[in-house]
Each structure stands twice: as C-alpha cells, then as structure tokens.
C-alpha cells in the first residue's frame, strides 16, 4: 500500500475513533444511560470496581483520543486505548451484558491505527 493510501486509512480510522471521546465526558459527568437507567457510577459498582476506577478511566480515554493527534504520542495513545478496551470487553464479557459490541468495535479500530501508524514516517509527521 502506498503512504500516501495509508495516511488516510489511517486519517479515516483515526475519525471513526473519536466517539470514545464521548465515553471518556459521559464517565467523567458520571452520565445516566437511558438505555439502562443506570448511571456510568452505578454501572462500575456493578461491575465491582471503584469509582475513582471510573473517573481515571474517563481521563484516560479523552486524554488517549487527543494523543491520537499528536505525532510522537499517537502510538502511545493507541495502545493505551487498546489496553482500556480489552479491558472493557472482558468486563462486559465476564459480566454477561452482552454489552460488547462498542469495545469490540474499538479494539479492531485501534489495533488497525496501530498497525497502520507503526513504523511508518507519517507516524511522527503530518
């Protein structure tokens, strides 16, 4: 694949990434799913985690999504993001929700940012 090609699948993988943007606000306001009816806090009291867990985790997430554009962090923010995702898609797997479609989603994503940012000049430029 030519770079030129690859930059922007990269571009275009980096955009479909943003929306856990959002998932980083909506743990920090500590956001009511209308789904559920459950806040994101009564969502990881059930989960059996912590709620500062929840706070840092939504800190990581819109601090990984800014990093995504920043040259010489996006490698660094990816993995970091990929790291959360696995773990969100475990916990929702261990705890049988059904709810793993979003970081299922989002870990194919950021390992093709990975992959398609690894190595490549454009991973430290444009």
Do not use: C
């Not at 922007?8 to 479909?16: E, K, N, P, R, S």
């Not at 994101?40 to 989960?47: H, T, W």
């Not at 990984?64 to 475990?90: C, D, E, H, N, T």
């Not at 929700?97 to 994503?109: K, R």
């Amino acid at each position: 694949m030519n770079p030129k090609t690859k930059n922007i699948i990269a571009w275009i993988v980096t955009v479909l990434i943003i929306p856990l943007l959002a998932s980083g606000v909506a743990k920090m306001v500590d956001f009511e799913n209308p789904e559920t009816s459950l806040t994101m806090s009564a969502q990881f009291a059930a989960y059996g985690y912590p709620i500062w867990f929840m706070y840092f985790i939504g800190v990581a997430e819109i601090a990984g999504v800014i990093g995504l554009f920043i040259p010489k962090l996006r490698i660094l923010a990816a993995s970091g993001l990929l790291v959360i995702m696995v773990g969100a898609f475990v916990t929702h797997l261990i705890a049988g929700d059904g709810d793993i479609g979003g970081s299922l989603t989002f870990t194919v994503l950021l390992v093709a940012f990975i992959l398609l940012r690894k190595g490549s000049r454009l991973a430290t430029s444009s």
